[in-house]
């Protein structure tokens, strides 16, 4: 069967108005295949708990728009793969949400992806973000799990760049088209996914990153996944829709703690005082999956805790000025106080340590470490 015939009937289906995800996946399964469903009377398709007679009549009759065969036409020609509800390779877990997309386009290999965790936070995140979510996916990817995102700014790149540094594998969901690469400057990083797991879209290939598609995006990336992990977001990050989604899927739900003085954990503290697990290592995580993954060992998920171990390279100053700094950025003046070390003489310490690259200067004369 060749590629526009297998999948034209899919496509066909979903583009009829009124065919959500939800009576989709009725359809296929009161009649197995989208070619039942067309070839159904209006009598059987009634019998379809949402069905309207009128939805029923249309579907008899429909005829499948132009843009659906250039759909089909462009996916073969770009190499990309539909996998749908009835494929193999489709997520395991994604079955069992109440409305799985009845197929993805998907650049890269989606098989395989059985123990994936998904991990997800703010856009605009801090260094200690970015750090730790790095730290977190990687030691998650070298267990094996895969490491499900949505590719965007912030704490998602990091969860897909951690997999890849361990030559892991990560799945990034997008709420844009497969040919509309959203944001932009995550080409590159769409194309390393690829490489070492996938990218996919429920979307048409040439869909806009549009408001409403992203809230529809993650729930899939919690529906395809054992648990969430939340890593920096406020009280009205998109991040604590996926949380509650990955809640109402019967999903594990995480979250990492970030400074009480820091707006950018409100949303994650808030989480745990409703009941989600702290993170601090990936045990955290995989001691709640011990039946699946089994035991991976201390050595495997050590701790990801922020603080630099301090080198015998660097100078007694250096490593005293060093002890006394966080992720947390913390002003000059606070840290000369913290250390004893007047202001001037404090400025040429933190230069150097700028300079041998342990120390990150951030606007507003402030220092953190650099991981």
């Known amino acids: 069967m060749g590629y526009m015939e297998k999948f034209l009937p899919w496509l066909a289906l979903k583009s009829v108005p009124g065919v959500g995800n939800l009576l989709f996946k009725r359809l296929v399964d009161r009649f197995k295949s989208p070619e039942a469903v067309f070839q159904a009377s209006s009598g059987e398709l009634g019998q379809v708990s949402g069905m309207s007679q009128r939805l029923a009549r249309q579907i008899r009759r429909y005829h499948v728009p132009g843009w659906v065969h250039a759909e089909l036409e462009l996916s073969a020609r770009k190499g990309y793969r539909i996998i749908t509800l ?5 997520p395991v877990l994604l079955h ?26 703010s856009r605009n995140a801090t260094d200690y973000g970015i750090q730790t979510t790095l730290r977190l996916s990687r030691d998650l990817a070298s267990l094996g799990i895969t490491i499900v995102s949505g590719m965007a700014r912030g704490i998602d790149t990091a969860a897909h760049q951690g997999a890849l540094a361990c030559q892991g594998r990560t799945v990034a969901v997008l709420g844009s088209g497969l040919e509309n690469i959203y944001p932009a400057e995550n080409r590159k990083l ?5 490489q070492h797991g996938a990218v996919i879209s429920e979307f048409p290939l040439k869909a806009e990153p549009e408001a409403h598609h992203f809230p529809m995006r993650n729930r899939i990336i919690s529906g395809m996944s054992l648990g969430t992990v939340i890593v920096e977001a406020t009280l009205r990050s998109g991040s604590l829709i996926t949380a509650r989604l990955a809640a109402e899927q019967n999903r594990e739900v995480f979250a990492v703690p970030g400074s009480i003085s820091s707006f950018k954990s409100t949303g994650t503290h808030t989480l745990i005082k409703q009941g989600a697990k702290l993170v601090e290592q990936a045990r955290d995580v995989v001691e709640e999956f011990s039946y699946l993954l089994g035991d991976p060992g201390a050595d495997a998920v050590g701790p990801t805790a922020n603080h630099a171990t301090v080198s015998p390279s660097l100078e007694p100053h250096e490593q005293q000025v060093l002890a006394a700094l966080d992720s947390y950025p913390v002003h000059i003046d606070a840290l000369a106080i913290k250390t004893g070390v007047t202001t001037g003489r404090l400025a040429g310490i933190l230069l150097n340590l700028e300079l041998k690259d342990v120390v990150q200067h951030s606007p507003g004369n402030m220092f953190s470490l650099k991981s």
Do not use: K, N, R, T
Request: one cysteine or more.
């Open 86 to 90: 009835l494929d193999p390779d489709y």
């Open 96 to 121: 069992e949400i109440p409305d799985p997309p009845p197929f993805l386009h998907v650049c890269g290999d989606i098989s395989g992806a059985d123990h994936c965790i998904s991990m997800v936070g």
């Open 190 to 194: 769409f194309h390393e996914i690829a």
